[in-house]
């Protein structure tokens, strides 16, 4: 999904924090994560060196923040939409929008993984939590749908999804868009 942070910060949050992560954010998104370094995070956002470091020890922690960005975004399509059939169209369905909106490049979440393909960094450690949160948010959904075996449903609709945010970017994203719809609607048949 594309960063997309939520208008007013969460309290307890700095200015200049929000500030350094939709900064980074949009950077991380548009040019790769290793492409962006922190000094033109600091100089685009418009804060100090210590400012910086005093809210993210390391280029890494950074990038977790914004990647948990997008993850709360995700998070919170989900939890708007009742469960079951009307949650899962409402998260595959912004999924979709997303990959036809002007500037997309892609999962953040698939990208992020290329540029740090170590298991133990915490950049790809905060990918993979946030695949295991949505494959088990697919599963659950299924189940409730009725899908008669939502494990190997959320496997399926993983794969679909995950090739409707590289088509996306790299095809044909009105295309992509209808055929993750159509994939969702026909796992759901299967109910």
């Known amino acids: 999904m594309s960063a997309r942070l939520a208008d007013s910060p969460p309290h307890g949050r700095s200015e200049a924090r929000d500030r350094l992560l939709r900064t980074a954010s949009t950077l991380f ?21 210590a400012t ?7 280029k890494d922690d950074l990038v977790v923040a914004y990647l948990r960005s997008v993850d709360g975004a995700v998070r919170a399509v989900a939890e708007a939409a009742p469960e079951g059939a009307p949650r899962l169209r409402a998260v595959i369905g912004e ?10 490049r892609g999962c953040a979440f698939i990208n992020a993984a290329a540029e740090y393909p170590d298991p133990d960094s915490p950049v790809h ?7 295991a949160w949505l494959t088990a948010l697919f599963v659950r959904e299924l189940g409730i749908a009725g899908h008669p075996d939502p494990e190997q449903a959320a496997a399926q609709l993983m794969m679909l ?17 209808e ?8 796992l759901l048949t299967v109910s």
């Open 29 to 49: 998104y548009g040019e790769g994560i290793r492409a962006v370094g922190v000094d033109r995070v600091i100089g685009e956002a418009a804060v100090t060196r």
């Open 52 to 58: 910086f470091y005093r809210h993210f020890p390391s």
């Open 95 to 104: 999924m979709g929008e997303q990959s036809c909106s002007p500037g997309f």
């Open 125 to 131: 450690r905060a990918v993979a939590e946030h695949r």
């Open 161 to 177: 999804r995950d090739g409707a945010m590289v088509a996306g970017y790299l095809a044909d994203a009105a295309r992509a868009r």
């Open 179 to 186: 055929t993750l719809v159509r994939g969702l609607e026909g």
